[in-house]
């Protein structure tokens, strides 16, 4: 099993371009979550799906974020335009149904926005 | 208020001693909770997991959990140099829901 794979790993930009970051879920996990952590706010919720649908977007800062999951295997989250305060680590994780809610995290991918 | 409290530390333990972190929640209609540890520029990794009042062991572990004073203990017994991370505490309300989490409390273990 690769376990939840991200990309990139890192990603350095300027402020005002398009930054699209991707996430494979384990396979058989139906449900993906979006988290952000900076040193301030901690590990914050984006948004998550169930079955490919966004069942809680409340965590979106703002309506330049947004997220897709077009099929079962892939995710995306994207920030345009891109700002400074957008730099952090942003997490993947996915979760089987009926196993104990744990959550799988990827690798991360470490953003920084100049 | 934070749904999931942590105080941030750091916590300093000798090795050999018991470190006891906790944790406090807002939502009386939380009914699970989580402790994931994270080592500085990784990922949370699941090391214990409580869904009824009482103490749950694994290994050096033991969670406790008291729903009606809203807290969440995590002890780690014979600390070691290893354990040094950063510990999150986080709560469910249902099954398939969100899970909210704490800010991370600081563990270091010194030799």
């Known amino acids: 099993d690769a376990g939840v794979i991200q990309s990139p790993r890192h990603e350095v930009t300027e402020m005002g371009q398009e930054v699209t970051l991707r996430c494979k879920p384990i396979?058989?996990?139906?449900?993906l979550f979006w988290y952000r952590q900076t040193m301030m706010r901690g590990l914050e919720l984006l948004i998550y799906?169930?079955?490919?649908?966004?069942?809680?977007d409340s965590g979106m800062p703002e309506d330049r974020f947004s997220a897709k999951m077009p099929n079962a295997s892939f995710s995306t989250l994207k920030i345009q335009p891109s700002e400074p305060r957008d730099s952090a680590v942003y997490f993947c994780?996915?979760?089987?149904?009926?196993?104990?809610?744990?959550?799988?995290f990827g690798s991360g991918t470490q953003l920084s926005v100049l | 208020q934070k749904e999931v409290e942590q105080n941030s530390g750091p916590l300093s333990v000798p090795e050999g001693a018991i470190a006891s972190l906790n944790c406090t929640y807002s939502?009386?209609?939380?009914?699970?909770f989580f402790w994931y540890r994270q080592y500085s520029g990784k990922s949370p990794e699941l090391i214990m997991f409580?869904?009824?009042?009482g103490d749950k062991e694994d290994g050096r572990f033991t969670a406790q959990l008291n729903k009606a004073s809203q807290y969440v203990f995590l002890l780690i017994r014979d600390s070691q140099p290893s354990d040094s991370a950063t510990y999150l505490c986080?709560?469910?309300?249902?099954?398939?829901?969100?899970?909210?989490f704490g800010g991370g409390t600081r563990v270091l273990v010194k030799p």
């Open positions: 994780a996915s979760r089987p149904t009926g196993k104990g809610e744990k959550l799988f």
């Open positions: 396979s058989g996990h139906n449900s």
């Open positions: 799906f169930n079955n490919n649908v966004p069942i809680d």
């Open positions: 939502d009386r209609g939380s009914q699970s």
């Open positions: 409580i869904y009824s009042n």
């Open positions: 986080a709560g469910i309300k249902a099954a398939g829901n969100k899970l909210t």
